[in-house]
């Protein structure tokens, strides 16, 4: 019986990827399941859930007064949080296989108990829950999870040998099961995700239902490390995080800023076809901006803290007045302030609503590359991936219901062409809807309902399966998400589209129609790369940083054998640079051997290579970074030839 926990998949594959051990605050999500619920495992599920049970009994054979608190399984494996005065590394795990081997061995019976609230509670109260046998201490984490359970629920404790623990199930039949298994990794969590609770040490693991498939999985994850962005974002000089500057927040270096660009310059060329108009707003906005929208208050723990107004802060200063009147005075407004802005919705609203339109302006189409801010929990940042600075490639459609449609079609027109383009045409679809019983969303029903048809009448367009999800909404409206599956079969959420009837209300938007009368618009968001941090992180993973030509930040090294030819080599990168090609020239004194490797381990397209003969020649002898040696060719016919392979976005 522990709460569920929703580890985003970020950091499992962090986790599971890493070095078997670091540190990390967890921001679980404290929602109960129902008995229901926790029944309805898959066959996958239930294995590694009963393989935590074989987790907990190893442990409790080495170390026998540890104190467990939850193990369920998730998405890549399971986890079991113990507290015990031992630190556990990596050096550990040896030793814990080798106690789990004997426990599968053993081939012990997963039996059900179901017994009452006051036998559950003497058994944690003597340790015996938890435990291989009674003990001098409590077993306190069953202590509070058995204070958790509804008073109409069954409580079960399922044994296995002489381990006995609190839990709802279901579990295989036998230990014997769990054959296939591998601790993973060690980190700390708080008890139920909570900073005021015990600092636990959190064990992960997997489990597979045969050895050829654990053996599948580790190689993918030895993979997915040899792509870790982490690794070659730093390697490739893409990026860099400072502690001094604040963690999650991306430093863009010289390579990554000309990645960026050519990412940039794709969309605003597709975004210029469609009739985009770009804007640009500041980063930053009054709280009455964001209390209209919805984020402010109700959201602001995701958010970076309020800025009251210098002026009010001394006022409040002088009259001595707590922190929680600041507080409480920016939630309710009574005093002004500011706020770095979590979306770029409500300055684009604003742009809109500075003009009086007609239903023949419409649709009004906002573009922007727009900074956001988001208060993400230090244990979730992760490289590019999960940051509290990002850039998205947001625009803002308005336009009248009729054309809702067409608009939506157009938009995931949009995001399809974006992944064909980049190669990443193995992908499905999600419809993300609102959970009917939730108090979180703003807005009328009615209008919730006519905006999930239109979505859902979109999407059936597309020609491809598509999945629907209660509860995955935004606040404001459903929406439309693709994700990726990259070359080594790891999903990826990226492009979303979302049709809002909500914020017009909010803002009293309206155009005039036909009738001479003022009408409600409906808004249209949507984001082809969702963020230009995560979808670089994405690229560097997925090409393993050997970037398309058209998107690689050093696209042609002009590598002269010696510094004879080193004027030779300065009239190829001007003849190149002038052509519109990012281009560098390696003159170290270097051998030329030397130069070819270390432009492969930079991950350049093209290297050219001029000595005496090309120099004289006017040629260049071409090496391309997986072809090979290409040969040696007139240096003006290379220029036209990599013109034409940028221009085309070939991969």
């Given amino acids: 019986y522990v709460n569920s926990v929703k580890i985003r998949r970020a950091i499992c594959l962090q986790i599971l990827a890493g070095s078997g051990f670091f540190t990390v605050v967890m921001a679980d999500e404290k929602e109960r399941k129902t008995l229901e619920q926790r029944h309805q495992m898959s066959d996958l599920e239930r294995l590694r859930h009963s393989c935590a049970h074989v987790l907990a009994t190893a442990v409790l054979n080495i170390w026998p007064n540890a104190q467990l608190a ?4 998730v998405e890549s494996g399971f986890y079991y949080d113990i507290d015990l005065d031992h630190s556990i590394t990596p050096d550990d795990f040896e030793k814990i296989e080798a106690e789990m081997k004997k426990v599968v061995k053993e081939n012990q019976t997963f039996e059900k108990m179901v017994v009452s609230r006051d036998e559950a509670m003497a058994m944690a ?57 591998k601790v993973m990794s060690v980190a700390s969590a708080f008890y139920k995700g909570d900073n005021t609770r015990p600092q636990l040490q959190r064990i992960y693991g997997t489990c597979f239902k045969n050895k050829t498939m654990l053996t599948e999985h580790l190689e993918k994850l030895e993979e997915a490390k040899k792509r870790d962005h982490r690794k070659l974002g730093k390697e490739l000089g893409i990026f860099h995080i400072d502690e001094a500057v604040g963690q999650g927040l991306i430093l863009w270096k010289p390579k990554g800023g000309l990645l960026r660009r ?23 906005g009054k709280l009455d901006l964001y209390r209209t929208s919805g984020p402010f208050p109700y959201y602001q723990d995701s958010q970076f803290a309020a800025i009251p107004e210098r002026d009010a802060l001394a006022k409040l200063s002088d009259e001595g007045a707590t922190c929680a009147t600041l507080t409480n005075g920016l939630n309710t407004g009574t005093i002004e302030g500011y706020m770095l802005r979590p979306m770029n919705c409500p300055h ?56 809702v449609a067409e608009e939506v079609q157009e938009c995931l027109g949009l995001v399809k062409t974006v992944l064909q383009t980049l190669g990443m045409e193995d992908y499905s679809v999600r419809l993300s809807l609102r959970d009917p019983d939730s108090d979180k969303y703003v807005g009328d029903a009615a209008n919730w309902d006519k905006a999930e048809a239109a979505l859902r009448q979109a999407v ?53 129609g036909s009738d001479n009368k003022p009408h409600r618009p409906v808004m249209i968001h949507r984001a082809p790369f969702g963020s230009l941090e995560r979808f670089v992180g994405l690229l560097i993973e997925h090409f393993e940083g050997k970037f398309p030509t058209w998107l690689a930040p050093e ?60 120099a004289e020649s006017g040629t260049v002898s071409v090496r391309h970074r997986d072809r090979d040696d290409l040969g040696s060719m007139p240096l003006n016919e290379f220029v036209s030839n990599i013109q034409t392979e940028i221009a085309s976005r070939s991969l």
């Avoid at 003159?587 to 432009?599: E, H, P, S, T, Y």
């Fill in 460 to 512: 059936q367009t597309l020609g491809v399966d598509y999945i629907e999800e209660e509860g995955e909404a935004a606040f404001y409206g459903p929406k439309i998400d693709f994700v990726v599956k990259d070359v080594i079969g790891r999903d990826w959420q990226l492009g979303t589209v979302q049709v809002d009837y909500n914020l017009p209300e909010r803002f009293d938007l309206t155009y005039i």
């Fill in 125 to 181: 109260k003597s340790g015996r829950l938890g435990g291989l046998s009674e003990r001098d201490a409590v077993s306190q984490f069953k202590v509070d999870l058995l204070n958790d359970i509804p008073e109409d629920e069954e409580i079960s404790i399922f044994k296995n040998g002489e381990f006995w623990d609190l839990c709802a199930g279901p579990h295989v039949g036998r230990t014997g099961n769990c054959k296939a298994f």
């Fill in 70 to 73: 939850g193990g369920p399984p």
């Fill in 555 to 614: 696209q042609v090294r002009v590598l002269p054998i010696s510094e004879k030819f080193n004027e030779a080599a300065d009239e190829a990168v001007k003849l190149l640079a002038d052509a519109g090609v990012r281009v560098s020239c390696d003159r170290n004194a270097d051998k030329v051997g030397a130069k070819i490797r270390l432009a492969r381990l930079d991950r350049v397209p093209y290297m050219l290579v001029i000595g005496a003969r090309e």
């Fill in 262 to 284: 050519a990412l940039q310059d794709f969309i605003t060329e597709q975004l210029d076809k469609q009739g985009y108009s770009q804007v640009f707003t500041p980063h930053i």
């Fill in 348 to 403: 684009h609203i604003k742009i809109f609503a500075s003009d009086h339109h007609s239903y023949r302006d419409l649709p009004v189409r906002l573009a922007e590359f727009g900074t956001v801010y988001r208060w993400e929990q230090s244990g979730e940042l992760g490289g590019m991936t999960r940051v509290r600075g990002f850039t998205q490639d947001d625009a803002h459609l308005f336009c009248t219901p009729d054309q």
